[in-house]
């Protein structure tokens, strides 16, 4: 049991424990099956073709349920029923050897190709868990997205950065955010001392006054937009909304804990009770390569832990990929026969910009 201390924004120690359950090790004998797999749907892919590809996606569903039936059976399990911390770790998952360089920049600018086992491997489990898709806003719209630290940007509180990640919905302001989530590691930082952490709703709920869950339910909060979203320039929130909503006893989250504004005293007050007790209930782990982390983006929230970056293209790489429930429901929101939803300012999606 680890209960590592992470120091959060005001300067106060909280302690972090492994997750209690949803922990999965793939074995020896199913990743070699992945592996090929994944080897053989890359191979049968056209050269010049990506991987927003309706039909290939479809291959890949097809081909996990059909190579490993028990990590499946894992993750339907988890899509349907959840667990208490509103993560699924899994461990030993086949990915690429030997690895390119960590990207400086924060984006591998070479073919997908050279990373087909570990992209295929994300691609088959997050199809298990619902439709993957991306946004055009972030990332250059890529259905796979890296996720390493990038030179002055230490300091931010987005992916780039390396200072404590505060807990949060992911693209919570967005109409359409993920529903599932998940992190793959290629490389660990150099210390292993960057620790993913989450907290689900399940582990607090019953340790808020009813009070507290009345006003989370309200419509008193809003997000502001992440800056690849909003631009450099502007502040843009989103309409407003609750934390909670959805079924009373299991209810789902919806909250950033750098970018929601609460609109009174007593959402605010309310938004720190319940900051305050997810941060005494978190879970965390540093992954190492072949780790996933899934989130329950829905009931979940999760964050990072502050590592040194080295920027000696060895540094922390991680693959991020979305999921959504059902990807017809977004139709309006994306380009044709593509996963990837249009940028945000082409529909309405809320709040009012302040400069």
Same mark, same amino acid.
């Given at each position: 049991m680890c209960s590592a201390p992470v120091i959060d924004s005001a300067g106060r120690s909280w302690r972090i424990t492994?997750?209690?359950?949803? %922990?999965?090790? %793939?074995?020896? =004998? #199913? *990743?070699?099956? =992945?592996a090929y797999v994944a080897h053989r749907l890359a191979s049968e892919h056209g050269a010049a073709k990506g991987i927003d590809d309706h039909e290939f /996606?479809?291959?890949?569903?097809?081909?996990?349920?059909?190579?490993s039936p028990e990590l499946v059976a894992s993750l339907v399990h988890f899509r349907l029923m959840g667990s208490r911390d509103g993560i699924m770790l899994l461990r030993g998952l086949p990915i690429d050897n030997p690895l390119p360089p960590t990207p400086r920049g924060g984006s591998f600018m070479g073919s997908w190709r050279e990373l087909s086992r570990s992209t295929m491997t994300q691609l088959m489990v997050m199809s298990v868990l619902g439709d993957v898709i991306s946004y055009?806003?972030?990332?250059?719209?890529? =259905?796979?997205?890296?996720?390493?630290? %990038?030179?002055?940007a230490e300091h931010q509180q987005e992916n780039t950065g390396s200072t404590l990640l505060e807990l949060h919905?992911?693209?919570? &302001?967005?109409?359409?955010? $993920?529903? &599932?989530?998940s992190l793959l590691a290629l490389r660990s930082d150099h210390a292993s001392e960057a620790m993913t952490v989450a907290c689900g709703i399940r582990a607090v709920l019953a340790q808020l006054e009813p009070e507290v869950v009345g006003v989370l339910r309200e419509p008193w909060y809003r997000i502001r937009l992440a800056?690849? &979203?909003?631009?450099?320039? %502007?502040?843009t929130y989103s309409r407003p909304k609750p934390v909670l909503s959805g079924c009373l006893t299991d209810p789902? /989250?919806?909250?950033?804990?750098?970018?929601? #504004? $609460?609109?009174? #005293?007593?959402?605010?007050? *309310? =938004? #720190?009770?319940?900051?305050?007790?997810m941060f005494g209930s978190l879970v965390g782990v540093a992954l190492e390569p072949g780790d996933m982390l899934i989130v329950d983006n829905r009931k979940a929230v999760h964050g990072r832990t502050a590592f040194s970056p080295r920027y000696d293209s060895r540094d922390r790489w991680l693959r991020r990929? &979305?999921?959504?429930?059902?990807?017809?429901?977004?139709?309006p929101m994306r380009y044709p026969a593509s996963r990837v939803h249009r940028p945000l300012d082409s529909f309405q999606v809320g709040g009012e910009p302040h400069e």
């Open positions: 492994d997750p209690h359950d949803a %922990v999965l090790t %793939v074995g020896a =004998l #199913e *990743a070699a099956d =992945l /996606l479809v291959r890949a569903e097809v081909a996990i349920r059909r190579a055009a806003d972030e990332k250059d719209g890529r =259905l796979i997205q890296d996720i390493c630290p %990038v030179p002055g919905t992911e693209d919570g &302001f967005h109409p359409n955010k $993920p529903a &599932f989530l800056s690849s &979203f909003a631009g450099a320039d %502007v502040t789902d /989250l919806c909250v950033d804990f750098h970018a929601t #504004e $609460p609109m009174n #005293e007593m959402a605010r007050d *309310a =938004l #720190e009770e319940l900051r305050q007790h990929c &979305f999921a959504v429930a059902d990807i017809r429901m977004s139709h």
